[in-house]
């Protein structure tokens, strides 16, 4: 895969994974941190399935 390929494989994995958790939701304060921590964690579960030699740091 070349890098362009890896960063549109990036953007997808981004967008797909926000969507899930907020496309069809209302902004609630109370739930953001939980919405937050979700996407992170399938974001980079997501991301280590590219098996790729990359380490990704996540930061909330």
């Known amino acids: 895969m070349n890098s362009k390929n890896f960063l549109k494989n990036l953007k997808n994995v981004f967008k797909e994974t926000i969507s899930q958790f907020l496309e069809k939701m209302h902004y609630n304060e109370e739930k953001t941190n939980f919405w937050v921590s979700q996407i992170l964690d399938t974001t980079l579960k997501e ?12 930061h909330i």
């Open 47 to 58: 991301l280590s399935k590219l098996n790729k030699p990359f380490k990704y740091v996540g």
